[in-house]
Each structure stands twice: as structure tokens, then as C-alpha cells.
């Protein structure tokens, strides 16, 4: 028997139509995001994350609670937005310049931006021009690589828009030879962002903190529990005392503090990174740090004698404030 070719064709043509559009179903996981897609099933998400609340939104495992935590990401409020295009990114306020400038400079105040001028005007801010190494000049290395090193500073621009405002940022990158030029001032604001990705990561942490600015303004929120959310480091004061907190993962904070220690030239006796234990010498006197994880990304510090006993008021505010000084 035999088949023709044209109508063996049409008919293998009619299965595999048949089965794209099987494939296209509303029970398909790969169903295609079109005008009919909100005919597809519903995600199946666990009944305790359909229904979350502002102060619980995208906070991770292991926190200690409280209205807001370090781990909470880009917390929404109605006078700031993050918006985005392309490589471009800004935050827009519903507020006004003047309004926005001073909480600005308090931010480059904790970021600790050594600020080279402003220019309030033209909502300017620019940093001062930082290496991209901590070589020092006339070293031997710094001899060898030669002279022309990358610096890098940041720059804010802040502009009316409409009734509210808009604030841009962006990471400035120039040569040594450019930076130490007698018109090096000619460098004003960039077109672009040297590293955009960075620069959207300065907006965020600013939309953080102006977050949390609110939340203190409206009673929400105490200083210190602001502290815990925006500081990298701090010094807390607990019912069993002071402790220093780091907001960083256990290994790189028991080697921070570790190298504050031996930069302040105590003489550290015995360390263990296992169990996060560090014995050194004030002076004479034998002294204990232990650190705490408390998730992933805080650890605690806490500082007692030999025999887990805190120390006098004084000698304990004295030692933890060196150390967060050194860290800071």
C-alpha cells in the first residue's frame, strides 16, 4: 500500500500542531505570558506567605523580630520609590529637594563619605577621590606598579521634579594622572556610572535608611533598633551587658575582630574560630571575647574574664569601643 508524500506530510503536520498546543495548556508549567496567561493555575504557595504584612515583607529566617530588622530588604514607603531603566537607576520622593538634602548628607555622614564640596544650588554632592588600593605613596610597591592608579568617588545629584524630587548617584572613576591635574575640578557631574550595579546598590541602602528615618520620625522605631538596621558595627547595651555587633557573616567577623585586636596591639593568647573564642591580654589582666552568631549575617561579641564574669562598666566600654572604632 501506498502512501503519497503530501498527504503523509499533512498529516504528520496536524500530530505536531496537536501537540504544541497540548504543550501550551493552562496545566503546562511553561505556560507563555501572554494576554492569556492569567488563565493559568495559581502558584501554589504555602497558606503562611499569602498573606504578609508591611513589617514582616521580605524578612529572612533568623531574625530577633521587632518592626524592622537589618534583614529586611527595601522596605516600601509611599514618599520614596527605587525606579529603573536600563543601566540607569534613581529614587523619586514625593517630597521636596530642600527637604531630602539635609536627611542626604546625613546618610554620606554614616556611610562616612569624606565629602570634597557641595554644591546645594545644583543639588550637588561629590566625595572625596579615594584609591583603588591601600598602597601608600613612596612605598617600594607602589614604585613598582607606578603612578597612574585607579581612583574612584561618588556623586549625588539631586533635582526637582514636578512637586517632588529625584536623586541620582553615580560612581565616578578616573586615573591618577587625571585626578591630580591642575583642572581636575573640570570633572563634574558623569553621564554614566562606572559600575552601575554598585550605584544601584548605593540608592538601596539610601532608600533604607531614609526608610528607617520615617519609621523613627513616626514613633515606630527607637534609635538604637535603627542603629541595628542601618550600622555595619555597633555597641549595644543588653541586660547582661554591652556587646558589639557586627553585621556580617561569623567568619569574617571573628577575623575583624581578631585584627582589631592585634592592630590595638593587645596580645592575643589563644584563638578558636570553631567555637568563636578569643583570649588575650589587657595589660596584664587575662581577658575572654566570645562571639555569637545570631543567623547568618549578625554575630555578637561579648567580653568577660577568664571565668565568664563581666568586666567593671568602664574597662567594658573602654575595650568595645576601641574594638568598634578599629572595625568601623
Same mark, same amino acid.
Request: include cysteine; hydrophobic fraction near 40%.
Given at each position: 500500500?501506498?502512501?503519497? !508524500?503530501?498527504?503523509?506530510?499533512?498529516?504528520?503536520?496536524?500530530?505536531?500542531?496537536?501537540?504544541?498546543?497540548?504543550?501550551?495548556?493552562?496545566?503546562?508549567?511553561?505556560?507563555?505570558?501572554?494576554?492569556?496567561?492569567? =488563565?493559568?493555575?495559581?502558584?501554589?504557595?504555602?497558606?503562611? +506567605?499569602?498573606?504578609?504584612?508591611?513589617?514582616?515583607?521580605?524578612?529572612?529566617?533568623?531574625?530577633?523580630?521587632?518592626?524592622?530588622?537589618?534583614?529586611?530588604?527595601?522596605?516600601?514607603?509611599?514618599?520614596?520609590?527605587?525606579?529603573?531603566?536600563?543601566?540607569?537607576?534613581? +529614587? =523619586?520622593?514625593?517630597?521636596?529637594?530642600?527637604?531630602?538634602?539635609?536627611?542626604?548628607? &546625613?546618610?554620606?555622614?554614616?556611610?562616612?563619605?569624606?565629602? /570634597? %564640596?557641595?554644591?546645594? $544650588?545644583?543639588?550637588?554632592?561629590?566625595?572625596?577621590?579615594?584609591?583603588?588600593? =591601600?598602597?601608600? %605613596?613612596?612605598?617600594?610597591?607602589?614604585?613598582?606598579?607606578?603612578?597612574?592608579? /585607579?581612583?574612584?568617588?561618588?556623586?549625588?545629584?539631586?533635582?526637582?521634579?514636578?512637586? @517632588?524630587?529625584? +536623586?541620582?548617584?553615580?560612581?565616578?572613576?578616573?586615573?591618577?594622572?587625571?585626578?591630580?591635574?591642575?583642572?581636575?575640578? $573640570?570633572? !563634574?557631574?558623569?553621564?554614566?556610572?562606572?559600575?552601575? /550595579?554598585?550605584?544601584?546598590?548605593? +540608592?538601596?541602602?539610601? #532608600?533604607?535608611?531614609?526608610?528607617?528615618?520615617?519609621? %523613627?520620625?513616626?514613633?515606630?522605631?527607637?534609635?538604637?533598633? $535603627?542603629?541595628?538596621?542601618?550600622?555595619?558595627?555597633?555597641?549595644?547595651?543588653?541586660?547582661?551587658?554591652?556587646?558589639?555587633?557586627?553585621?556580617?557573616?561569623?567568619?569574617?567577623?571573628?577575623?575583624?575582630?581578631?585584627?582589631?585586636? /592585634?592592630?590595638?596591639?593587645?596580645?592575643?593568647?589563644?584563638? &578558636? &574560630?570553631?567555637?568563636?573564642?578569643?583570649?588575650?591580654?589587657?595589660?596584664?589582666?587575662? #581577658?575572654?571575647?566570645?562571639? $555569637?552568631?545570631?543567623?547568618?549575617?549578625?554575630?555578637?561579641?561579648?567580653?568577660?574574664?577568664? @571565668?565568664?564574669?563581666?568586666?567593671? &562598666?568602664?574597662?567594658? %566600654? !573602654?575595650?568595645?569601643?576601641?574594638?568598634?572604632?578599629?572595625?568601623?
Amino acid at each position: 500500500m501506498r502512501i503519497h !508524500a503530501p498527504l503523509l506530510l499533512s498529516t504528520l503536520a496536524a500530530l505536531v500542531l496537536a501537540g504544541c498546543s497540548s504543550l501550551q495548556s493552562t496545566n503546562s508549567p511553561d505556560v507563555l505570558y501572554d494576554r492569556n496567561a492569567e =488563565a493559568a493555575r495559581s502558584l501554589q504557595v504555602p497558606p503562611d +506567605l499569602t498573606d504578609v504584612s508591611n513589617t514582616e515583607q521580605f524578612v529572612l529566617p533568623g531574625t530577633s523580630g521587632g518592626p524592622v530588622t537589618r534583614n529586611t530588604l527595601l522596605p516600601q514607603f509611599s514618599s520614596a520609590r527605587f525606579e529603573r531603566a536600563g543601566q540607569q537607576s534613581w +529614587l =523619586a520622593f514625593d517630597t521636596s529637594a530642600e527637604e531630602i538634602w539635609p536627611q542626604l548628607l &546625613d546618610f554620606a555622614k554614616k556611610e562616612k563619605y569624606l565629602i /570634597e %564640596k557641595t554644591e546645594p $544650588a545644583a543639588g550637588l554632592i561629590f566625595s572625596q577621590w579615594r584609591a583603588a588600593s =591601600a598602597v601608600t %605613596k613612596g612605598s617600594l610597591l607602589q614604585s613598582l606598579i607606578g603612578g597612574d592608579e /585607579e581612583f574612584s568617588r561618588i556623586a549625588f545629584r539631586l533635582e526637582r521634579n514636578g512637586a @517632588g524630587s529625584r +536623586l541620582f548617584a553615580r560612581s565616578q572613576s578616573a586615573s591618577e594622572a587625571v585626578v591630580t591635574a591642575a583642572d581636575s575640578a $573640570a570633572l !563634574a557631574w558623569p553621564a554614566e556610572s562606572h559600575d552601575p /550595579e554598585a550605584t544601584s546598590a548605593l +540608592l538601596s541602602r539610601l #532608600l533604607v535608611f531614609l526608610g528607617v528615618n520615617e519609621q %523613627k520620625a513616626r514613633g515606630i522605631i527607637d534609635a538604637e533598633q $535603627a542603629r541595628l538596621v542601618t550600622d555595619d558595627v555597633l555597641v549595644i547595651t543588653t541586660g547582661s551587658g554591652r556587646q558589639l555587633v557586627l553585621q556580617r557573616g561569623f567568619k569574617p567577623s571573628f577575623n575583624a575582630v581578631l585584627s582589631a585586636l /592585634e592592630t590595638l596591639d593587645y596580645n592575643v593568647t589563644s584563638s &578558636d &574560630d570553631g567555637v568563636g573564642r578569643i583570649e588575650f591580654l589587657d595589660g596584664e589582666t587575662p #581577658l575572654v571575647i566570645e562571639l $555569637a552568631p545570631q543567623h547568618v549575617s549578625e554575630v555578637r561579641v561579648a567580653l568577660t574574664d577568664t @571565668g565568664g564574669r563581666r568586666l567593671p &562598666d568602664a574597662d567594658e %566600654k !573602654a575595650v568595645l569601643d576601641a574594638l568598634l572604632a578599629q572595625i568601623a
